[in-house]
């Protein structure tokens, strides 16, 4: 397996899509090596991100830091890696099936070959769940080019008439949506099962302390065409020992990556002991901040209102801000996206939302948005 050569057309698929569909289309292939070459691989990517989130960083949030059980994230990571695989030769079968009914012509290889490389940008952008808060949106910016990538591919693996791809990408789309929907039922209802079922023998549970995981190679084939995410030992400097007359109760940093996408994230909580506690998360999605920025146009300005609080998202000296407050419970959050790359949130309860600003300002944004071309480099 040669992971030079799949980062390669990771990095053309999703670039230069136009001259990379008819290479692709003329590439000699079969099912059996399209899986164990390429699909194996890359569909592994936001399967393993997301396991990472809940089992090794954890979700957090409005005063929590929640943590999935390793043998329920394991259980989760291999079902859905298993239905990701299912759903991806299904899909297939229906692109070949469908070809002829869009003037084309049936290739199960090609058919193949059409979803492995659309849905490329969707499993790439699958790693950013690991981002706090705005994760969900470039995951979402992933799967709209995604979709684009499938319209332009059509013509060229399945052979149907340009101006016939605009309605077999919708019937694919719809179908895939479908199965997606399914293959999520599924995982809800196992996951859930065995949740249940060993309630009484494991628990949700916090860590401390910090660890790295995966990390590429500087000198290696991957480390000389990949952007290399900040240390967690950088992270660790934006994270004060004292926040606000508050002291750190624990701390975590961590470097994960795969296939050359990296993503470094810290966290800290700070307590004052009573009723006041706040949870700091920084990110920094290294060379993901192409996607960033796409999520970051996606998310238009909203602001809704309720009795109990209010959400809203906007635009502030060209970052994108999001906040939210619950005057019910006391608990909010207050996120910044910084220079298209960082990814700055506080939550906290018991503190007010200005205190919740003033821990995210105090953190010197100038200082790490100057960072942002840090690792970036195409030796």
């Given at each position: 397996?040669?992971?030079?050569?799949?980062?390669?057309?990771?990095?053309?698929?999703?670039?230069?899509?136009?001259?990379?569909?008819?290479?692709?289309?003329?590439?000699?292939?079969?099912?059996?090596?399209?899986?164990?070459?390429?699909?194996?691989?890359?569909?592994?990517?936001?399967?393993?991100?997301?396991?990472?989130?809940?089992?090794?960083?954890?979700?957090?949030?409005?005063?929590?830091?929640?943590?999935?059980?390793?043998?329920?994230?394991?259980?989760?990571?291999?079902?859905?890696?298993?239905?990701?695989l299912v759903v991806v030769y299904l899909v297939a079968?229906?692109?070949?099936?469908?070809?002829?009914?869009?003037?084309?012509?049936?290739?199960?290889?090609?058919?193949?070959?059409?979803?492995?490389?659309?849905?490329?940008?969707?499993?790439?952008?699958?790693?950013?769940?690991?981002?706090?808060?705005?994760?969900?949106?470039?995951?979402?910016?992933?799967?709209?080019?995604?979709?684009?990538?499938?319209?332009?591919?059509?013509?060229?693996?399945?052979?149907?008439?340009?101006?016939?791809?605009?309605?077999?990408?919708?019937?694919?789309?719809?179908?895939?949506?479908?199965?997606?929907?399914?293959?999520?039922?599924?995982?809800?209802?196992?996951?859930?099962?065995?949740?249940?079922?060993?309630?009484?023998?494991?628990?949700?549970?916090?860590?401390?302390g910090e660890g790295t995981t995966a990390t590429v190679?500087?000198?290696?084939?991957?480390?000389?065409?990949?952007?290399?995410?900040?240390?967690?030992?950088?992270?660790?400097?934006?994270?004060?020992?004292?926040?606000?007359?508050?002291?750190?109760?624990?701390?975590?940093?961590?470097?994960?990556?795969?296939?050359?996408?990296?993503?470094?994230?810290?966290?800290?909580?700070?307590?004052?002991?009573?009723?006041?506690?706040?949870?700091?998360?920084?990110?920094?999605?290294?060379?993901?901040?192409?996607?960033?920025?796409?999520?970051?146009?996606?998310?238009?300005?909203?602001?809704?209102?309720?009795?109990?609080?209010?959400?809203?998202?906007?635009?502030?000296?060209?970052?994108?801000?999001?906040?939210?407050?619950?005057?019910?419970?006391?608990?909010?959050?207050?996120?910044?996206?910084?220079?298209?790359?960082?990814?700055?949130?506080?939550?906290?309860?018991g503190a007010s939302m200005d205190d919740l600003k003033?821990?995210?300002?105090?953190?010197?944004?100038?200082?790490?948005?100057?960072?942002?071309?840090?690792?970036?480099?195409?030796?």
């Open positions: 397996m040669d992971f030079g050569k799949i980062l390669s057309r990771i990095k053309a698929i999703l670039s230069s899509p136009q001259t990379e569909w008819p290479v692709i289309a003329a590439e000699p292939d079969t099912v059996g090596g399209l899986f164990r070459n390429y699909i194996c691989v890359v569909a592994a990517l936001p399967v393993i991100a997301y396991f990472i989130r809940g089992n090794l960083i954890g979700h957090g949030g409005w005063g929590m830091h929640i943590h999935t059980p390793l043998g329920l994230g394991l259980l989760g990571l291999v079902l859905h890696y298993l239905l990701t079968l229906i692109v070949n099936a469908f070809a002829p009914s869009f003037g084309g012509t049936k290739d199960s290889v090609q058919a193949l070959k059409t979803v492995a490389y659309a849905w490329t940008a969707g499993w790439v952008a699958g790693i950013a769940i690991i981002i706090p808060w705005l994760g969900w949106l470039v995951a979402i910016a992933g799967v709209i080019y995604g979709i684009y990538l499938l319209y332009l591919g059509l013509p060229h693996t399945m052979r149907c008439p340009p101006e016939r791809a605009g309605g077999y990408t919708a019937v694919i789309v719809i179908i895939g949506i479908v199965l997606t929907w399914i293959v999520g039922l599924i995982m809800t209802g196992i996951i859930g099962t065995a949740a249940l079922t060993g309630a009484s023998m494991a628990g949700l549970h916090a860590t401390r190679d500087a000198d290696s084939t991957l480390g000389k065409t990949v952007a290399v995410s900040l240390s967690p030992e950088t992270l660790r400097g934006f994270l004060p020992e004292q926040l606000d007359g508050m002291k750190r109760s624990d701390f975590n940093a961590q470097r994960s990556g795969a296939m050359g996408m990296q993503i470094s994230t810290a966290y800290a909580n700070y307590s004052d002991g009573k009723d006041r506690s706040i949870k700091i998360e920084l990110a920094d999605t290294g060379n993901m901040r192409g996607m960033m920025a796409m999520a970051g146009a996606m998310a238009h300005s909203s602001e809704q209102e309720s009795d109990h609080g209010y959400e809203k998202t906007y635009t502030d000296h060209d970052r994108l801000v999001h906040e939210a407050w619950n005057s019910q419970t006391k608990t909010g959050e207050f996120g910044v996206i910084v220079a298209s790359r960082f990814s700055v949130k506080a939550s906290g309860s003033r821990a995210v300002n105090d953190m010197d944004l100038d200082k790490l948005s100057a960072l942002k071309d840090e690792g970036v480099s195409n030796r």
